[in-house]
């Protein structure tokens, strides 16, 4: 049932698998303990982040997420600036008032746990509350998982999938489909593009109007990242002493006089998106592209290639050229999302950076005019390089490598749209079969390669 709507979800950095995602399952977890009638009952509540959540969890904010959510934050509405003086004041509190409950003993150092040691089979990313009554005595306890891009789910659905799983809804003028090689199908049968696909997806869930006013607010959302990072300067938090460096960069290339506007391409979409993942990396407001650790990609090319292109406020934005990329880079996300995965504890970092990578691809080739093949083989040359891509965080922080990895993806995916529409003929590999590829080299890889700053780049720079 994935919507372009869930792909592209609004929440705040700097991850979507270790912030946006605990966020929900907390608030979740307490609405079924409510749900039971045992809430009302709580006089203490303990957190317990497993597996990757934990490894990470600090320099992710895994765990300011996970108690925010328990006072009922909504990653798509919080105030950063809230969201981060309320943690505060959390973290030395004796107590804290939960979500549509009572106000329950807390103590940060006590009642929220990293477990490190624990590797859910599930998923790494594992997530537990518990609730105490006034004796001590266990109420309540639920166990979920964030399995990347925001999304979040039970072991139940995790251990029994569903039936017949579609991408799209049943309904009037619906066209589900569940691979790339069915959506070309649908393409081919009913002389369609992927973004006319999608949006008859999208026209079965709701009407129209709505979907262009959740496409628009997407991008004000991406479109204000990039603005709020090329005006930020200073180091960003965590301890690492990373310079914000897109405003600097900005301010050169606004200010260099240039004949050949296009040999500063790379420029362009390099400041673009690290303006962006800057501002993930500060705990700023972005939007899952389709995670937080990728956010940067899509919106840099959007910016740089569709934005000034005519659109005018009050134009339906599912007709123009910003809705036409959203639309087709989340049905190529969507697959993914179904086929394989969009978490970084689970795929390294070719679930985050590469999926990015392929969806801003297939909307670049759309918006420059591709038959749906072309955007189908766009989308696959995004995803084949980036094949095996490890994810490392320094300190497990969303900083090194990540901002500078948006920025090589995004000129990737630009390089990957020229490519397909060069190449009229059929292409050796298929995006089923890339997206099959990446799904059993992210069960293979080691696990300290998947988000947990075990290996790589993460023990071998020196955080200073």
Not at 38 to 49: I, K, N, S
Not at 404 to 426: C, F, P, T
């Amino acid at each position: 049932m994935l919507s372009t709507l869930d792909i592209f979800k609004i929440g705040i950095g700097p991850s979507s698998s270790h912030t946006v995602g605990p966020m929900r399952i907390t608030k979740r977890a307490l609405q079924e303990a409510k749900n039971r009638g045992v809430l009302g009952r709580a006089a203490r509540v303990m957190v317990e982040l497993q597996g990757s959540l934990a490894l990470t969890g600090i320099g992710h904010g895994s765990d300011k997420a996970a108690i925010l959510g328990l006072v009922g934050a909504e990653p798509d509405t919080l105030d950063p600036d809230w969201a981060e003086a309320t943690f505060e004041a959390l973290k030395t509190a004796s107590d804290i008032a939960l979500f549509d409950g009572p106000t329950v003993g807390f103590n940060y150092r006590r009642d929220v746990d990293f477990r490190g040691d624990i590797m859910p089979r599930l998923h790494p990313n594992g997530l537990c509350v518990r609730l105490y009554d006034a004796a001590g005595s266990e109420l309540f306890s639920a166990t979920f998982y964030s399995t990347g891009g925001g999304f979040i789910a039970s072991a139940e659905q995790l251990s029994r999938p569903a039936e017949n799983d579609r991408i799209g809804v049943a309904g009037k003028g619906a066209l589900p489909f569940s691979s790339a090689a069915e959506l070309l199908a649908i393409c081919a049968r009913d002389g369609l593009n992927i973004y006319d696909v999608v949006l008859a997806n999208e026209d079965a869930r709701r009407p129209r109007a709505e979907t262009d006013a959740g496409l628009l607010r997407i991008w004000q959302v991406m479109s204000g990242a990039i603005d709020r990072g090329l005006r930020s300067e200073g180091i960003l938090p965590g301890g690492l002493s990373v310079k914000r460096r897109a405003s600097r960069l900005y301010d050169t290339l606004i200010s260099e006089s240039h004949n050949q506007e296009s040999e500063r391409l790379f420029d362009w979409l390099n400041v673009f998106a690290m303006a962006v993942n800057e501002e993930n990396a500060a705990g700023g407001r972005v939007v899952t592209a389709p995670t937080n650790g990728a956010a940067g990609v899509i919106p840099a090319l959007i910016r740089y290639y569709c934005a000034f292109d005519g659109w005018q406020p009050g134009d339906a934005v599912s007709e123009g050229k910003i809705g036409r990329f959203l639309l087709t880079a989340a049905g190529i996300g969507m697959i993914y999302k179904q086929r394989a995965s969009l978490s970084g504890a689970e795929m390294g970092c070719q679930g985050e950076v590469g999926v990015a990578c392929s969806m801003g691809a297939a909307g670049l080739c759309a918006v420059w005019g591709g038959s749906a093949s072309q955007i189908e083989h766009a989308a696959e040359i995004g995803m084949e390089h980036n094949l095996g891509l490890t994810c490392d965080p320094v300190g497990g922080l969303v900083q090194i490598p990540c901002i500078e990895r948006n920025a090589i993806g995004a000129v990737k995916a630009a390089n990957a749209a020229r490519l397909s529409l060069r190449d009229s003929g059929e292409h050796k590999v298929t995006l089923d079969q890339v997206i099959e590829t990446m799904r059993q080299t992210g069960l293979d890889m080691s696990s300290k390669y998947k988000e947990t700053s075990q290996g790589g780049l993460a023990v071998n720079v020196v955080e200073c």
